[in-house]
């Protein structure tokens, strides 16, 4: 999908942690922020500052800084609290209206009003605007938006959805000012007007400078008097030159494997730079078109699935920056399980995959392109997609090959049909199994790969979003990923795990990487 879901899912300076944590309670924030300000650089493009269209990495961080959502995600924790809105909650039994009331005195950064009118305007933009790289197909399920006062927005659900109020606590639910957006279409001017703590000054091809909304009204606490955001476009070498050179305070998102290890390696020989690890949900996956004459055959599936080395990919290519991943719903994630593993093992098993082949009468080694994109899904796809072929052909089984192509050209032949075996990466909106589930195999799914389960579509994903209790649903998403495992329409590659590389004067990085994907610019500080 053109969603922020189809970002480039990177195994280093990635965003997220593990859904185990703990949150912390709301706090008011000041008004204006204090210390030094911080020069940041990231691999990563913002693709836009306007939140009906952008759905990256980079655009969703712009977001979080400078737009406020009625909800938000507490630091550590993944149950969203109120921001802009001074309560929320569902109105029925049935999870299908969800009411909320707004805080007194909410500001944009320009002084205008923020006001329920803003609430409903924003929503209704984004769904009417549509925008192909939007987030709009978050909200299938939004029917309205009623605003029965200035300070009170009613949600109708066109079905239930429990989950409701962590999507918009997300990006996506960012509140623009309906007096400087148009109703019908894009901002085009890279400038941007909400009401979070920063205020976007500049925007260029290769920075972003943002100042402190000294009209914000919120949870966050500002440790910063601003951030400079520097673009590296990819280059890798050019990010990790900065940082060590002292052109830049921290690294995110985009420094290879073996730059971290070798930054990790230098610690101790005074280059003053530090390197913060945590945990993930980004998730990489392989992806089969369920049309393919040769990738449709369940018995071909199966056979990669038996010979996929996991392990050894991690170790080879990712040098231990990700884990193996052996279900489609990530570790840390409720409801998690290992049905690949408990199905196709963990180590390879040639006898087993050819016993798949031969089951679908294929007696001759099977001839494959593995279609891949060189940056998108991080800068090391190209070289793992080379090391499964290798493992595949290794078997004397396959006679597989690696094509890699442009995203805007591999987006587009995905959804021709042209590729039988492509990469997909992952980084997930809200920390719940449902952003791992219905968003690849529900109606409309991102991965355009024709595979469908009434199953899942028509029982599963519809029964789990409605349950509130979200640890109830942990025997259903049980069942959901037994199924994906069985019919193989994806198989999942590896888990990431995050790291900030920061220099030893910055502080607060652990509280800008947890499992709500929140990058929060205020909490970093510089001594």
Not at 118 to 146: Q, T
Not at 213 to 239: C, E, M, R
Not at 396 to 411: H, N, P
Request: glycine share 10%; hydrophobic share 35%.
């Amino acid at each position: 999908m053109n969603m922020r879901n189809q970002w480039p899912v990177l195994p280093i300076v990635a965003g997220l942690a593990s859904g185990l944590l703990t949150g912390c309670g709301s706090e008011t924030g000041d008004s204006g922020g204090s210390g030094s300000s911080v020069v940041m650089g990231m691999s990563d493009d913002v693709l836009s500052t306007d939140p009906a269209s952008g759905y990256d990495p980079g655009s969703w961080l712009l977001f979080n800084n400078v737009f406020q959502s009625l909800l938000s995600f507490p630091k550590g924790g993944t149950e969203p609290e109120p921001e802009a809105a001074k309560e929320c909650a569902f109105a029925d039994t049935e999870t299908k209206v969800y009411k909320c009331t707004l805080q007194d005195g909410v500001k944009f950064s320009n002084g205008d009003a923020l006001t329920s009118k803003d609430v409903k305007f924003s929503f209704d933009r984004m769904l009417k605007i549509n925008d192909g790289a939007g987030p709009a197909i978050m909200f299938p399920m939004l029917g309205s938006v009623e605003t029965p006062d200035e300070k009170t927005v009613v949600f109708h659900l066109k079905y239930a959805d429990a989950t409701f109020p962590s999507k918009i606590a997300s990006g996506a639910g960012s509140i623009v000012d309906h007096q400087q957006y148009s109703a019908d279409g894009l901002r085009k001017d890279d400038q941007a007007v909400g009401s979070g703590p920063y205020k976007l000054d500049s925007f260029s091809k290769d920075k972003a400078v943002f100042s402190v909304n000294d009209s914000y009204q919120g949870t966050a606490k500002v440790q910063n008097s601003g951030v400079t955001l520097k673009f590296f476009h990819g280059d890798q070498a050019a990010l990790k030159n900065a940082l060590v050179s002292d052109q830049i305070d921290l690294a995110y998102r985009g420094l290879a494997a073996d730059d971290i290890a070798d930054i990790e390696n230098s610690a101790s020989t005074g280059l003053g730079i530090n390197v913060v690890e945590g945990s993930s949900a980004e998730v990489q996956h392989l992806v089969f078109n369920m049309d393919d004459p040769v990738a449709g055959k369940l018995g071909v599936r199966k056979a990669i699935a038996y010979l996929l080395d996991r392990e050894a990919l991690v170790d080879e290519v990712y040098e231990d920056t990700a884990t193996p991943l052996y279900s489609i719903i990530p570790a840390g994630i409720t409801g998690h399980n290992t049905s690949f593993f408990d199905t196709y093992g963990a180590r390879p098993s040639t006898s087993k995959a050819e016993a798949a082949l031969r089951s679908e009468g294929i007696t001759g080694k099977v001839k494959l392109t593995l279609w891949s994109t060189p940056s998108r899904y991080g800068p090391s796809t190209d070289a793992e997609f080379k090391a499964i072929a290798k493992q595949l052909n290794a078997s004397g089984l396959f006679d597989a090959a690696v094509k890699s192509v442009a995203f805007d050209q591999y987006e587009k032949d995905i959804a021709e049909g042209k590729y039988g075996v492509y990469v997909k990466g992952w980084v997930p909106d809200y920390p719940d199994p449902d952003n791992f589930t219905a968003p690849f195999f529900g109606k409309g799914n991102v991965l355009s790969n024709n595979f469908t389960n009434s199953t899942i579509t028509g029982q599963l994903i519809p029964k789990t979003a409605a349950e509130s209790d979200r640890s109830s649903t942990d025997a259903d998403y049980g069942k959901l990923q037994d199924l994906v495992a069985d019919e193989l329409p994806v198989i999942p590659i590896w888990q990431a795990k995050q790291y900030a590389v920061v220099r030893d004067n910055v502080y607060g990085l652990e509280y800008c990487l947890d499992a709500s994907t929140v990058f929060r610019f205020w909490e970093i500080s510089k001594g």
